[in-house]
Nanobody, 122 residues
């Protein structure tokens, strides 16, 4: 079982940037595919970005392509989500997820962190 802890959320003006971090712990955490979802008030939790266990495959929701970048540091067992050109509609709680196969990321069926709030003001 992998444990996930997000950090880096906060309040930012539209057009600004934030970098979210997700630290994974567990004996085999470096072998997990990982990703980010987000949930705005009153809405479902939606896929934002994913990265395969070896980092060779990345995937993004259409709404964030060209603005967000997912990456991972194996030495630190950490996944990052660099968010640029933020918009008010990016406001949500952002959740880190991990799975033994990328399919778990794509379907939102992996393990979850507690989430970190991102608020973008207009």
């Amino acid at each position: 079982q992998v444990q996930l802890e997000e950090s880096g959320g906060g309040l930012v003006q539209a057009g600004g940037s934030l970098r979210l971090s997700c630290a994974a712990s567990g004996r085999t955490s470096s072998l997990y595919a990982m990703g980010w979802f987000r949930q705005a008030p009153g809405k479902e939790r939606d896929f934002v970005a994913g990265i395969s266990s070896l980092g060779r495959i990345t995937d993004y929701a259409d709404s964030v392509k060209g603005r967000f970048t997912i990456s991972r540091d194996y030495a630190k067992n950490t996944v990052y989500l660099q968010m640029n050109s933020l918009k008010p509609e990016d406001t949500a709680v952002y959740y880190c997820t991990a799975g033994t196969a990328y399919a778990q990321i794509a379907t939102g069926s992996g393990s979850w962190g507690q989430g970190t709030q991102v608020t973008v003001s207009s």
